[in-house]
């Protein structure tokens, strides 16, 4: 529909178009592509075109995606600062960290289509040792960042080794009960968890501590979280939206895509091992740099039921987009972190958002858009199956284009007089035109007749006079000059009433077969 | 060398009865049940339960309190496994995505369940009475306690009366038709709802039994379904999943290495031992020991 958009005819068109921002484009000046520095990704889509109503040609942005993330970010960043408040801005500061663990996470089984539940094991594997090194031996924050990232990427090496091997859900049950075990581990673990239940204390800050009572420095500290939560963005773009994450993406879905991208001379297990280990670098680094946020770690970290709520959180906002992990983070964090005094409660409604949305969604928050898009067009389907009867003769396909609507208007009368005309055919209504052909009639009888009467020449019927008074015959007109009318069989009437009833009942038999 | 064997054959048996829950479950409806653990620790709520009606009726030891145990706890997670059903398997079982999303449903509501039991129970952790009494029976060097012989004896027997019930009855042929061929079995009118209600609820009725025991040493509290449900994933996993005889032979491996490992390493590495031998296992059979269910569920 789109090519008629410029056409003059481009009023009869039905259906709607998304909303996009345009402006008028200035005719003096060349369209540059502006490119993010260093890379060769343009920093917003945008095309010329030219605008049928004002005439004038215009740049729209056709996509729209980054002015949500600006918006998004922005608030993000500006209702706690602006708050202010200690519980808001640590709430938000929260949110930032999960939210970074969730996009990392989203990175892992959207992307790389690995189906793995060892995310928290390696935060907390970074975390603990960041946090351990920084209280033994002191370690400033930025090694503590240093540390975390190499001992994820170790055990992102590690944990991926199976993977190979293994596929989709046989990896989830392994990864699965891999926190849990680092959580045994270090509650068994004399140095780690002898003292105070597996918590550690006093691991290095960024902001130091005794900032942390003022305003600027709850900021600040917040501020952090929001740097971290950019830097798992950037990655997550980075290598999804990269050529790496264009590799994978033909290998992602099902096993006969795995063998198809092999076929193609894509080595998507060479891909998927890159993006596995810097996601877990990532990961690990996330955990020591949560080790510098609270200033040590606890078990918490490894336990299942928030390994199981970071995965509602993806779910609720839908598997696979950042977009999906952040939203998701913002919801269920929310609603745990700040609604404290309900109690188990709410984790109860977390799951429960999470299981509805399994339950009713295809995918999440972020999946509804398409789901209810594909609602609507079965509805339409429906619908328009239901009107096949109102386009008569059309296909209700073809209707939007036939331009002129009283073509079909007429139709659909005809048809309709038709119907009602055949209702009212009866043997006395027959036997009344046997009786008197001409002169007045009934009321239904009447209206057949005009109905006859306005057909069109072409092979309308007529009487022909063979000998006046004596013989007569029934014929089709050609509706052509010059052709004579075909004689229709080879009877002949007496009478000129006779051979009138016989072109009635010919046209009565029309019409009932019609 | 003895109580080693024994202790062993204990976790060996209690997790196994988990284990081929999970792989049960797996192979028939081709959905992963990790709402396990919840299904685990209702059958020690259920069997808790019991054990406090009976003490307020004066009743606290014998017959009627140890069989009791055993049936309450194997009724509550048999209705458990139902509840978990009704929610992820029948609303989901002919969607698209059925696998993730089944996961994801088990999950969430393993998430929901802890924290129900947290609000209903409290976080302390509950005794059950002991059902086989306290007593010991010397041989040689060492001994066998009356519960840990119990524990095999009975997890064995139970365990031998499902084969035996999925081999002689009919719905065992349903069930073992649903793990040859879902789709076969659907077309010649075994139904996949009843079938798979119905795995589900022997599958939880294992695991209740295995609840009851290890509730004698580890107690019942709201996260005591999180040990053996990790623990009888990776030994479903290694066993092949859908593979019994797979299965008990992992679970064999495992408890033996887990009680080797406490006794002459570390209690804080058995973890990480059995996550090697598991991942050795997966290396060298990726489809687990059993290793059936090479590409049927596709």
Known sequence: MSKTSSSPQSKHLIGRRAWRPAWPARPDRVLRRRRYFGSKRSVLKLSGQFNPKTLKREVVLTDKKPLFWLFGLFLLVAIPTAVGSERFLSLFGIICIYAAINVMWTLIMGTAGLQSFATLATVGVGSYGAAYLSITFGLPWPLMLLVGLVLGIAMGFLISLPARRLDGLYYALLTLGLSEFCRNFVTQNEALGGKFNGALFGAGRIVPSDMLTTRLGQTLAFLTTFVALLVALGVFRWINGGRIGLLLKAASTSKEDESFASAIGIDWQRARMIVFMVASGVLGALGAFYSTYIGGTSLQIFSLDLLLLMLAMIVIGGLGRAEGAVIGTVIVVGITQWFTDWGPWRIVLAGALALLSVLYTRNGLFGLKEQMREIRTRRQALHRAAQTTKYAEYLPQQAPDIHDKSLIAGRTFERELREKLRGWITPEIIEEHRRSPLGQHSDHLERILNYFRKAPIPDKYAVYTEVPFQSYRVVALSGLPGVPPRIVDDKTYGSLDEAYHAVFMRRINDLKAS | ?298
């Open chain 2, 1 to 298: 060398m003895i109580e080693l064997i024994i202790s062993a054959a204990v976790l060996a048996s209690m997790y196994g009865l988990v284990a081929i829950g999970i792989s049960f479950t797996w192979a028939s409806i081709g959905m992963l049940n990790l709402a396990q653990g919840f299904i685990f620790t209702a059958g020690g709520y259920a069997a808790y339960l019991y054990a406090q009606t009976m003490t307020n009726l004066g009743i606290t030891e014998g017959p009627v309190m140890s069989i009791g145990l055993l049936i309450s706890g194997m009724a509550g997670s048999a209705i458990a496994g139902l509840f978990v059903g009704s929610i992820a398997f029948l609303p989901l079982q002919d969607r698209a995505n059925f696998r993730t999303r089944g996961l994801i449903a088990t999950l969430a509501i393993s998430l929901i369940g802890t924290q129900l039991w947290l609000i209903f129970f409290g976080p302390q952790s509950k005794p059950l009475p002991p059902i086989f009494g306290t007593g010991r029976i010397e041989i040689g060097s060492g001994g066998v306690s009356y519960s840990q012989l119990g524990a095999i004896v009975i997890a064995t027997l139970m365990l031998t009366a499902v084969i035996m019930w999925m081999r002689s009855s009919r719905a065992g042929l349903q069930m073992r038709a649903m793990m040859m061929n879902p789709l076969g079995a659907a077309v010649v009118g075994v139904s996949v709802r009843v079938t798979g209600m119905r795995v589900l609820a022997i599958s939880g009725a294992l695991t209740g039994l295995a609840s009851v025991m290890l509730a004698q040493t580890f107690f019942v509290s709201p996260t005591s379904g999180v040990q053996p449900l990790t623990v009888g994933l990776i030994i479903s996993l290694a066993g092949g999943l859908g593979s019994i005889p797979g299965t008990v032979i992992a679970a064999a491996i495992v408890g033996l290495a887990e009680a080797l490992t406490a006794r002459y390493l570390a209690q804080s590495l058995v973890p990480f031992v059995l996550f090697g031998i598991v991942v050795l296992i997966l290396v060298f059979r990726p489809r687990g020991l059993g290793g059936l269910l090479e590409d049927v569920r596709e």
